[in-house]
């Protein structure tokens, strides 16, 4: 696939990673680069050799000394990417459940049609799940469907982390990501459910997300706590409690 108007576009890769050595040299060699100018591991923190392998396979890396949380790396990213002066931001996770080879995808949308925020999508045609366990694609499915629900918008993937933006979005004044509360996994719908409600061109394309076999390994995420870090932003955004 062609973009269109690629040198018009200075694009950056956000990678946040947490303990992901083993994967995350071979995200980074995945990626595409005549699709970003730069590919930037956020390394949250890890105790094994993400950093070097980060390094070693081409990316840039910018190291917390302590974890800090997902949001946070995001938050570290982006930062960067505006200090920078990119235009978009490709944001993708570090344990290679992504295809970074689809990014295109993501930023054909934004590049040669003009939306702003682009999620991807296991759930739309083309789209496609590898070795989902049968609990997470209940979860996913039904946190997708009240996403939907609160942000009166037509959305089939909630949670999916591979994602693109104009970084131009984080310039409007009802979105603020350096609040404390969205250091972990709330600053990802965070920005989904504002780019809708600000009145953004927002869309999803489709994306594979595969997932290791057998029974560890697929998700970092705590159950009940992060359950619920990743529903807060939902409530409060539709509730007001927060801005």
Known sequence: MTLMKKENYKIIAIIPAYNES??????VKKIPTQYVDEILVVDDGSIDDTRKEAEQAGASV????????V????????????QKGFDIAVIMGGDDQDDPTQMDRLLKKIIDEGYDFVQGSRYLPEGETVNIPW?????????????KVLAQFPITDGTNGFRAFRLSILKHPQINIHQRWL????????????????????????VTKSY??????????????????????????????KN
């Open 22 to 27: 083993g994967k995350i040299s071979k995200v």
């Open 62 to 69: 910018i190291s917390h000394p302590k974890n800090r949380g």
């Open 71 to 82: 949001g946070a790396a995001i938050r570290t990213g982006l930062d960067y990417a505006l």
């Open 135 to 147: 609990f997470r694609w209940i979860t996913t499915g039904f946190y997708s469907f009240l996403f």
């Open 183 to 206: 250091n972990t996994y709330e600053l990802e719908p965070y920005l989904y459910y504002k780019a809708i409600k600000c009145g953004f061109k927002v869309t999803e394309a489709p």
């Open 212 to 241: 290791p076999k057998g029974k560890r390994g697929f998700s970092k995420m705590i159950p009940l706590l992060d359950w619920w870090r990743i529903l807060k932003p939902l409530i409060y955004l539709k509730l007001k409690l």
